[in-house]
């Protein structure tokens, strides 16, 4: 069994739990290494103590899970079979008294979980969702240099878009110039809906880009990330389009000091909070503390969003492998808007950042 | 009440539910007009028998609730709320003894009944989503508006796609260009990933778009569709790349009688079963019954697929304000995929094709 899986079936001895049945896309894929998007059909992952795990998924993407090197048993299911009880057989075949069931209770929907309540109707269902997370949370070599790849794409894209800017081109425009870019070379989804606000519009807390044109003056910010082989990057960078004034300076200096002081303290020991709290003492010293509305960052992997939450009351301790988001921002109503966001990586003794575009003011 | 909501009730009426708790953000969008992505936190919409309705979402969104013209009651949560309180509070104010309740039983997870079943731990659970999904059927003249503008746009992707083809360009880049397109039209969001396969790529059931080149005597297929103020298009147009051979043509042409002897059969009382029997037999007798692997078509609207369900054993009738895609297709590995997709309302008297982008074979 993979170190991943082993990890987990450890997990379930300690909490006695028999079964842990998995059916979202991305655990799934990080437990097996087989991607799939099922739809409304079962996916699914069973994970036991001592015995071996079983993928259950629809017939016509059973040869798909076995490329992906999954080397257990794979229960196929047609759309006249019914998936739940070839389920049960299965567990059956493995466990005889089913006691503890764990699942994803903030994935699975409430008629999958009455069809499978059903099925074990004495048996007492648990999260297992924490323990994933905590998996997750610490990237191997092989996350590491997809995430790397994802990173690079992000920062090619800054650089796309900072060639784009030019007097009377849309923030869809230069958008939508970006994303040309990437899917002409392969990228076929982004992390989540790119952004280019421009002016006051990334003043605002819920920017949405449109066909607002980039004036002269302008502090212009993209952020945006690509999804590569399952793993999401994620970068924010704000670029001047012409001389800015004072103002938009100070802001843009105070955002920069926060993003550099908290990545400098980044280490193995240090406690989330100490990187939010530092950064936002930064930006409070600089008159700005009530215009940074956001917790500093957030964790990235095969989720643009997952652990661990870098907040100011978050004490989880870092630990080495753990790559997340540092994105202090200010923002103040029809003057401007300012994010900086690196994607970074606790290493042995400090840090990496894996997205590397500069982070001095850029005028163009 | 909007007249949707008092649909809402009249079924909660015949069938004794005291209160119907929608919780996706498709619904409550439909009944409610304030369309929010809440992520993490509550967004819900509480409806009665005879008594006033009332949303609840977080405190940021409440003003845009407004904005979107709901006039009842706006119940608005903090960060530290529990706005599982606020909603038995809420609820508790309407109706005092609340034995039965309906939510989406697809769409609520099990963390949430769980916190939902413990505030009401003497209430049965019903489903509300089938009643949903038949509301949602049948479009009044504003959605059909705001379709029929959707598909436009969906046309003049297929345009843009066209005029791209040439040689040495991949699918890719052409998919880019088409996107590109649609950006700088204002369109942020895609009903699905848009998908540009050529030749043999297009005969693969699971096919992605990527960087193959199109060459001359591909047949290359674009599916796609914009969404538009919350409303989804889609349509497949499959135009030849030079001149193709006698199969090739054989195949689109099966494909479009079948398109066209289907739509032609298209009005209220004729049941789904018959439109895609009817397009089945005349794939079937053009040699190809096997190459023809999926349903005929789905609904579409504030989701791209919703009822009805355009299969072979469907027995629903269709009614006026129906839309639905007509979307047959063959698919011979290694020779062609051919598919033709329109987007079809019932009328009173028949049908009219909200796609209009022309079907006859066109070789660029």
Redesign the interface.
């Known amino acids: 069994m993979s170190d991943r899986i082993s990890q987990l079936s450890d997990w379930m001895k300690e909490n006695n739990v028999d079964v842990c049945f998995i059916t979202s896309k991305e655990n799934v894929f990080y437990l097996s290494g087989f991607y799939s998007e099922a739809h409304e059909r079962l996916l699914g992952m069973a994970v036991f103590q001592d015995i071996e795990p079983f993928l259950i998924c629809p017939g ?1 993407d059973a040869g798909n899970a076995r490329k992906s090197g999954w080397s257990h048993e794979v229960v196929s299911h047609s759309d006249t079979d019914n998936p739940w009880e070839l389920t049960k057989q299965a567990i059956g075949k493995r466990v005889s008294n089913v006691r503890t069931i764990s ?1 994803e ?7 999958r ?2 069809a499978f309540t059903h099925l074990f109707p004495k048996a007492v ?1 648990l ?1 297992a969702e924490e323990k994933l997370h905590q998996l997750r949370m610490v990237k191997d070599v092989k996350e590491l240099a997809t995430l790397r790849e994802a990173c690079q794409l992000a920062d090619y894209a800054i650089e796309v878009g900072a060639a784009e800017l030019s007097e009377g081109k ?1 923030e ?2 230069i ?3 970006v ?3 990437l ?4 990228i ?2 982004m992390s989540f ?1 790119t952004m280019v606000l421009t002016g006051k519009n990334a003043a605002a ?2 920017g ?4 607002t044109k980039i004036s002269r003056g302008d502090l212009v910010l993209f952020d945006l990330g690509v999804v590569l082989d399952g793993y999401c990057s994620d970068i924010t960078r704000t670029l001047a389009f012409g001389e800015i004034n004072q103002q938009q300076q100070e802001i843009y200096d105070a955002v920069l000091r926060a993003q550099l002081k908290s990545l400098s303290i980044v280490r193995p020991g240090v406690t989330c909070m100490e990187l939010d709290q530092t950064a936002r003492k930064e930006i409070a010293a600089a008159g700005y503390g009530d215009h940074f509305p956001h917790r500093l960052g957030h964790g990235l992997g095969i989720s643009v969003h997952e652990y661990p939450s870098i907040t100011e009351t978050n004490p989880l301790e870092l630990k080495e492998g753990m790559v997340f988001t540092i994105e202090p921002g200010i923002y103040v109503p029809d003057v401007a808007g300012v994010r900086i966001e690196d994607d970074v990586l606790v290493t042995a003794n400090g840090f990496e950042t894996l997205t590397k575009y500069p982070k001095e003011l850029k005028i163009i």
């Open positions: 016509m699942i209770k903030e994935h699975m929907n409430v008629e979980f009455e269902f999260s849309t869809m425009d958008l939508a110039a994303e040309y870019e899917k002409r070379k392969g076929s989804e809906s807390p819920h949405t880009p449109g066909l």
